[in-house]
């Protein structure tokens, strides 16, 4: 389903989802980008208290990562490329969720989220989304339920179905000072949208929020069904007047990206007849501009593995929207798991996919090496190298062989080339299991 019971919580912090303006430069986040920390028992190493610190840019300074060991629930986080400087050994509710968003850890424990400011480690504030959810939303079997958080302004932004309809609200991460922006769907005892395109939002790079409205092709609610984009910037106190695509304009699915000016999302030929999650089978990306409501298609091959996105940047002017290559058959083992290729899209029009690893302006190791991506911070990569060894340990005996040996991993930085090795207990990786 694209909209599952539980909230759909994906930070969109500028700087922990990839979705963060640069210099010259994104889930959110994409994620998403960025939603679970490292399970233990992977080859992530663990947090280490002899962990060496590496001086980073200053875009990068407040970027948290925390790791997770199972069985255990211990829990540590930090600043990125620094050791951990929160800990927490878990409770009686242990935690169905660890995110991370810019400088902040997020800890679900369905409906309740805690927030903590990873540097000081106080909890700025704990979001119950059972109250914060429209009215009438705990009656539905399946509600429409879907956070995001701006971790630069201190800003989390939920979706939720009710009696009234579903409802975008924005709110500060203590749950405070909540204001309705824009109802993108009636009640789903009226006329249920979940299932079709109907509705979605994401956060742009810088801050404003992009949400859209597409009534299904059989809507008696709404005969007219040309999608309405709206783009509420972050102080705004309603929605404003949508923009309107022009009629037969491809209908956005899940809303995956959004830089400056436009919008990146799946179409809706497959989004709702499968649960995999955005990207999965191959379909087209739909990319609407915001400026003209044009809309242009970056097709990929069919035959091709599934793409699942994990963030965007820019490198001068061109979008490039990061992710994952997902294997879409079991019928061949991915000798790389639990980690994925690193691969990304050229968004503009004629663009197409190409590896991490071959894009790279060097030769990192002296046999083929795929790159795995373990997060997006702003405009940096953070990768994971893995060569034959590891592919070798994957499909064999590991047992015998034991925690299979990966590369070093390090930041990287497309747009000028800049690479930062970073120290073992001085990072982790989100990218499993989202």
Known sequence: MRRRALPALLVVGLLAAGCAPSPSPTPGLTPGASELATPGGTPTPAPSAGAVSVELPSELRDGAWAHVDYPSGHLAAGLLGRPATFTREPGED????VTVAGQYLLLEDHPRIEVIDVVSGGTV???????????GHELEAEPVEELRIDSRRGLAYYLSSGTKGVVLRRFRLDGSGSVRLVTLAPSRAVEDWKYSAGFGFIIGTDGDVIATSCSPRDSTVRPDHRCRVYVMPPDATSAGEPSILPAGSPLPCDLVAAGRGYVVATTDSLCHQYSSGPGWLGEPFFVLSLRDAS????????????????????IDGTPWL?????????????????????????????GGFASVTDLLPWDAEPEPTVNALLHVYGDWLLLQPLGPAYAAC???DQEELGECPVGAAFLYHPADGRRIDLPVGTYADDSRGS
């Open 394 to 396: 994957r499909l064999g």
């Open 322 to 350: 990061l992710g994952e290559a997902r294997s879409i058959t079991m019928l061949y083992p991915d000798p790389y798991l639990p980690y994925y290729q690193a691969v990304w899209v050229d968004l503009s029009e004629g």
């Open 125 to 135: 504030g704990v979001l119950d989304l059972a109250s914060l959810a429209e009215a």
């Open 94 to 97: 242990f935690l169905t969720n």
């Open 295 to 314: 809309v242009h298609l970056v097709e990929r091959d069919p035959a091709s593995p599934g793409f699942w996105p994990r963030g965007l940047i820019e």
